[in-house]
């Protein structure tokens, strides 16, 4: 009963701390994106990441008291584990998933990977942070059964979760990289091989933890700092395009978009540095008609070495603006365009201009 009560006023506190640190990541998450990508509120909640962001938000704040008032048996589990399986689809739709086409088996295999993960790993960090002061209440005699106990529960459950973790992640290799052969050739790829390593080195562990009396807490231990390890790689790997992702050759650009009920197109060509380069920004209807109450077009470049080169446009006709920008060098270029529809519907369309050497 002691240990009991001890393994649960731990987890009550990482039931509370877990949705919690989701909930500072998604706050600190929009004041850095509108900072960096130039965008007032409302234009960061008109794109995609703004809106999934905010929905993380707000399923955080749901988790933190049911997974209190269940971890203090006040309510059942499974309100609790429905908003987490939902929090946990939300990596599912705004990462390099949907960049896939077509896009659902991509972000259905990703929403079971996240969700294989957080029964696996976090399953690992809870029994590594909550046993030890279960079993420092146990007496002597009862530890090492406390542990067995426990420990063969979980296991039991885990071993689903590392199954569908490692299946979901080898498909999703493949199809970002092309093939296994084609991860050693970029960092994306590398750090995979990495995180598999480390997998690896965490199933090594479970094993001893599993079969070793003696020293099962140690081993615990270690298998949650590989975890851990683990985490901060894959939070790497989110930032990285994957190695097989297309890459525009070098020249023009053009982009679409939907715009409410019409669609949004960004030009720009001949794509070379060092040379005048006509920009296009045109919004239309469904049937191709322009849009009478498309205003305020502009369009903006970016680089590492440039922070913002704006294109100076030209309203030649409803929904359609040109202008011209001469790239200073060649390389990659975020390019942002922006417009208003009517009064207050602000919309961005964004592209990437690899800008071509003046020798072509």
């Known amino acids: 009963a002691a240990a009991d009560r001890a393994f649960r006023r731990r987890a009550l506190t990482l039931a509370v701390a877990a949705p919690a640190a989701v909930l500072a990541a998604a706050l600190a998450w929009f004041p850095v994106e ?19 962001a905010l929905v993380a938000l707000v399923l955080a704040v749901l988790l933190v008291p049911l997974l209190a008032l269940a971890a203090l048996d006040r309510m059942p589990p499974g309100p609790a584990l429905a908003v987490a399986v939902l929090l946990a689809a939300t990596p599912a739709v705004s990462g390099h998933a949907v960049a896939q086409e077509p ?12 969700v294989a993960a957080g029964l696996w790993a976090g399953g690992v960090l809870t029994l590594a942070l909550g046993l ?21 529960r979980f296991t039991r459950l885990a071993l689903a979760g590392l199954v569908a973790l490692v299946a979901s992640g ?25 995180k598999a390593a480390l997998v690896a080195v965490a199933i090594l562990l479970a094993g001893l933890v599993r079969r070793r009396g003696r020293g099962r807490s140690r081993a615990l231990a270690a298998e949650a700092a590989v975890v851990l390890v683990v985490l901060v790689v894959t939070g790497v790997l989110t930032g990285l395009a994957p190695s097989g992702s297309p890459t525009a050759p070098p020249g023009p650009m053009s982009v679409t978009a939907r715009a409410a009920d019409g669609i949004a197109q960004l ?19 469904q049937v191709g008609e322009p849009v ?14 440039f922070e913002r080169l704006p294109v100076e446009l030209t309203l030649v006709e409803p929904g359609h603006w040109t202008g011209s920008v001469v790239v200073p060098e060649p390389g990659r270029w975020q390019v942002t365009a922006r417009f208003r529809l009517g009064e207050f519907d602000d919309r961005v369309v964004r592209g990437t201009l690899d800008a071509a050497p003046p020798d072509g």
């Open 103 to 114: 896009a659902w088996p991509s972000a259905l295999g990703s929403w079971v990977h996240v």
């Open 34 to 52: 509108m900072w960096a990508s130039d965008l007032d509120p409302g234009e960061l909640l008109s794109l995609r990441q703004g809106v999934i």
């Open 267 to 285: 030009d720009i060509s001949p794509g070379i540095a060092g040379a005048p380069n006509e920009v296009h920004l045109i919004v239309v209807d």
């Open 170 to 194: 080898a498909v999703a290799a493949m199809v970002y990289a092309g093939s296994i052969a084609a991860l050693p050739d970029s960092d994306w790829g590398r750090l995979v091989m990495l």
């Open 132 to 152: 030890p002061p279960a079993l420092r209440a146990a007496g002597d005699a009862s530890r090492g059964d406390l542990l067995a106990g426990i420990v063969g």
């Open 292 to 305: 009478w109450n498309a205003a305020d077009g502009q369009v903006v470049l970016s680089s590492g070495t």
